[in-house]
């Protein structure tokens, strides 16, 4: 069965550093997410992406946050300059279209910024 | 805007004894409704949805969830549970005719004790 990969599984950063989170969507799926979890608190919606470029975004995603989908394969994340409060863990997922579709989820990111 | 509140951020409960997980949610326009399952380091899984037609939703797992519109719940059931049930269970909405971004609960974490 397809799945949505995510690398690394465990990022340990110091604080102002840019960090890159990469995810491998499911290949015909055509819109893409980011999400995140702080420890102890529910899953943030992050941003979404459809067509080479953001079709919504969160309060959350500043312009510290960027995303990119640099080839046919891959879907980034990049947190320009990290905080302390970016630590959580970031789940990509995917979905074939928008709306009622299933979106597939990755086993997620855990960030840790020192 | 949307909102979502899942009553119980914990429910421990014994093998083969039936569960309830509550969801409530808030929204001025209409919505999908899903359950997503975390089982221990993994990414989210969905369990079932909610589109429109019957308000009885039968999920994977064993699982189903009734969609109650007056009441504005989604409690999601299952009428015998197994050791292998315990896991973080998310309820989630996403706006009909949007993007798909998905507003989470807090989750609860059901655990099934033999």
């Known amino acids: 069965e397809p799945e949505v990969t995510q690398t690394p599984s465990h990022q340990v950063t110091q604080m102002g550093q840019e960090v890159i989170l990469r995810c491998v969507p499911i290949?015909?799926?055509?819109?893409f997410y980011w999400y995140r979890q702080i420890l102890g608190q529910k899953v943030e919606f992050l941003v979404s992406?459809?067509?080479?470029?953001?079709?919504?975004k969160s309060e959350i995603f500043d312009d510290q946050f960027s995303v990119e989908r640099p080839d046919g394969s891959n879907f980034t994340l990049k947190i320009r300059s990290t905080k302390l409060e970016d630590s959580a863990m970031y789940f990509c997922?995917?979905?074939?279209?928008?709306?009622?579709?299933?979106?597939?989820f990755g086993p997620g990111t855990r960030l840790t910024v020192t | 805007a949307q909102s979502v509140t899942q009553l119980d951020s914990q429910v421990p409960v014994f093998e083969e004894a039936p569960v309830e997980l509550r969801c409530n949610y808030s929204?001025?326009?209409?919505?999908?409704l899903f359950w997503y399952v975390q089982y221990p380091n993994q990414g989210l899984q969905l369990l079932l949805k909610?589109?429109?037609?019957?308000?009885l939703v039968k999920g994977i797992n064993g699982f189903e969830a009734e969609f109650n519109k007056s009441q504005t719940s989604f409690h999601l059931r299952k009428p015998s549970v197994h050791i292998s049930d315990t896991a973080e269970y998310f309820c989630?909405?996403?706006?009909?005719?949007?993007?798909?971004?998905?507003?989470f609960g807090q989750g609860t974490e059901l655990s099934v004790k033999p």
């Open positions: 989630a909405v996403s706006q009909r005719n949007q993007g798909g971004k998905l507003i």
């Open positions: 290949s015909n799926h055509l819109y």
């Open positions: 909610y589109l429109s037609g019957s308000t």
């Open positions: 997922a995917s979905s074939f279209s928008s709306g009622s579709y299933e979106q597939y």
């Open positions: 929204s001025s326009v209409s919505v999908y």
């Open positions: 992406f459809y067509n080479n470029e953001i079709s919504e």
